[in-house]
């Protein structure tokens, strides 16, 4: 079974002629650029679709796939999750971190007191969020800044934060 990255989300068609908007969940958005096919994830029906064209509008990422030539064929892809496989992925630079591997991370403060794990990743047009549970089910949202992130082990699974105040 392959390992995919999410790589963003197809929100809506662009035009007439078959383009798709993908709401990216990479930092950096030029590397769509790089791709020649994506993989397309409708609740666990995963297709790949070669890619003709990239370009940019706005906070959107527009792509025109091979064989989806109108709007009506590209409404078709609206909600469905953007992939790229392991071996696609651009390396993670230090102090960068793939998504995927921040899921079920536990995360405690620098006083050692446990916050719980996260349970998702909110994308803002400032800054990532990290929505992190308790045990007892009750949430916090921790903004991905270098104010709050002390620390990320990979290894150990764990995240170090300092809550700013107003956060809990």
């Keep these: ?10 929100v809506n068609t662009q035009g007439i002629k078959g383009e798709v908007r993908v709401m990216p969940a990479v930092d950096d958005v030029s590397r769509f650029e790089l791709l020649d096919h994506i993989f397309v994830d409708r609740k666990g029906n995963i297709k790949e679709y070669e890619v003709e064209n990239v370009r940019f509008h706005k906070q959107f990422v527009l792509l025109k796939l ?13 909600g469905t999750v953007v992939k790229i496989t392991e071996d ?25 007191e446990r916050l719980g794990i996260i349970t998702d990743v909110i ?6 969020v990290y929505a992190v549970k ?15 992130i002390i620390k ?17």
């Design 134 to 148: 308790n045990e007892e089910g009750k949430e916090i949202l921790i903004p991905a800044i270098k104010d709050c």
């Design 88 to 112: 696609m992925a651009v390396p993670c630079e230090e102090d960068e971190y793939y998504i995927r591997d921040l899921y079920d991370m536990e995360v405690i403060t620098v006083e050692g």
């Design 123 to 128: 994308f803002t047009g400032a800054n990532d």
């Design 152 to 168: 990320v082990d990979i290894e150990n699974n764990t995240m170090t934060v300092k809550l700013l105040e107003g956060l809990r």
């Design 1 to 10: 079974m392959e390992n995919y990255f999410v790589i963003g989300n197809i």
């Design 66 to 78: 091979k064989d989806v030539d109108d709007m009506t064929t590209a409404e078709t892809l609206k």
